[in-house]
């Protein structure tokens, strides 16, 4: 047992499942090595893990890998149309088949070491000098399935067969999505942002669901806060199952943050909104901007990660409101951000510190920690179950 993870066991546990009086996970959650490894095997390797959206692989043979919990995932679309995925090695002598990244392979998959050829579907189509071998059956040697599945067009997977099912987890969500951007299936990557942050993904994710700091934080916070309309009684948190949102309306198009002159025009309404997938997926939606934000971390260790922000929007020319806003959040409001989960990284360790109470009230309103809470139940039970 490391340090960090005795003191844990030592010291009064203040969470609560009432969040009106619970404490926020303890410090050591942040950074002990053997919680870092627990949560790898608990948390992420049993959960939907974003991988790209739909029409980055358009066509047949397109690939693309995921680097996720010491694993590599191929995920593929076959000639059938069907996206499958694949545990990124091969069944010979364990050669990785493809290098990280994306590409094309138009027809099978060829190991680069002893060349076995391996169709969409995982199967093995050729194998040089295999008739020579004794009881040597293709069919037994086909590549390792990873369970995958799409939410409105945003492919997962899971390493884990008995995971319950996205649609399942996410249930409400894929709604709220398609009634926001009808013809989401189809959107595109407009731009992407990857930040290599020196903090825990839970210090990003707990900032990313809290509206509290917003008014209260650095300059660019507060022209967020003239962007969105930041009357509490106006804005709503709601928890669920899985997953949360926080509305808001928006705010003057003419503001400090960036100008809009008209609301999106994808569909829906023009509100500021943010959901949150456990465990690190985040999906936003602001007030002029005619794209879906999501926001999704690749933690690297139990004191850093990559945090990845990427727009997807309906294909075509950006309007000027859509790159100011991708502008402002990119390079304005994330790096602020990023600077405020850092400090908090830094503090975490610090002996005077432990657990941290939730700034939660009664009533829910946008300003309250309730998803924070929420988010912190969850993980907790992942890291039991
Ligand atoms: S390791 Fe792949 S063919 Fe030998
Ligand atoms: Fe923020």
């Not at 199967?123 to 409105?152: H, M, Y």
């Not at 008014?215 to 899985?242: N, W, Y």
């Not at 023009?270 to 933690?299: C, E, K, Q, W």
């Amino acid at each position: 047992m490391s340090e960090a993870t005795i003191k844990l066991a030592a010291m009064e546990d203040r969470f609560s499942d009432d969040p009106e009086i619970s404490y926020t996970l303890a410090a050591p959650y942040y950074y002990d090595e053997a919680l870092f490894r627990r949560e790898q095997e608990r948390v992420f390797a049993r959960s939907w893990r974003f991988v790209c959206h739909r029409t980055e692989i358009p066509n047949a043979g397109d690939y693309t890998t995921l680097e996720v919990e010491n694993e590599s995932v191929l995920v593929i679309r076959g000639k059938d149309d069907v996206v499958r995925g694949f545990f990124n090695v091969c069944p010979h002598r364990a050669s990785q088949l493809v290098r990280p990244g994306s590409g094309n392979k138009p027809s099978v998959i060829t190991c680069p070491y002893h060349s076995w050829t391996f169709g969409h579907d995982g199967a093995l189509r050729g194998a040089s000098r295999c008739e020579r071998v004794k009881n040597f059956n293709k069919e037994d040697f086909s590549l390792t399935p990873v369970r995958v599945e799409e939410l409105c067009g945003f492919i997962f997977i899971n390493l884990d067969e008995d995971a319950a099912p996205l649609d399942g987890m996410a249930a409400g969500l894929g709604d709220l999505l398609m009634r926001e951007c009808p013809g989401l299936e189809d959107y595109t990557l407009l731009a992407r942002s990857d930040f290599d942050v020196n903090a825990n993904w839970k210090a990003i994710i707990d900032n990313f669901i809290e509206n509290y700091h917003l008014v209260l934080s650095g300059p660019e916070h507060k022209k967020f806060a003239d962007l969105v309309c930041s009357e509490e009684d106006q804005s709503t948190i709601r928890t669920h199952a899985a997953w949360s949102e926080f509305v808001s309306p928006a705010g003057p198009a003419d503001n400090s943050a960036y100008q809009w002159a008209t609301p999106r025009n994808l569909g829906g309404g023009n509100d500021f909104l943010t959901m949150h997938l456990f465990p690190d997926i985040g999906f936003v939606m602001f007030p002029g901007v005619n794209a879906l934000s999501l926001f999704y971390t690749r933690p690297t260790g139990p004191e850093t990660c990559t945090l990845v922000t990427a727009y997807y929007g309906p294909p075509g020319e950006l309007d000027e409101a859509t790159k100011a806003g991708v502008h402002y959040f990119s390079d304005e409001l994330s790096p602020e951000d990023i600077e405020l989960c850092e400090g908090v990284q830094r503090g975490l360790r610090s002996r005077a510190y432990h657990q941290g109470r939730l700034m939660v009230d009664a009533e829910r309103t946008g300003l309250s920690e309730h998803a924070v809470h929420s988010f912190h139940a969850w993980l907790r039970s992942s890291l039991q179950g």
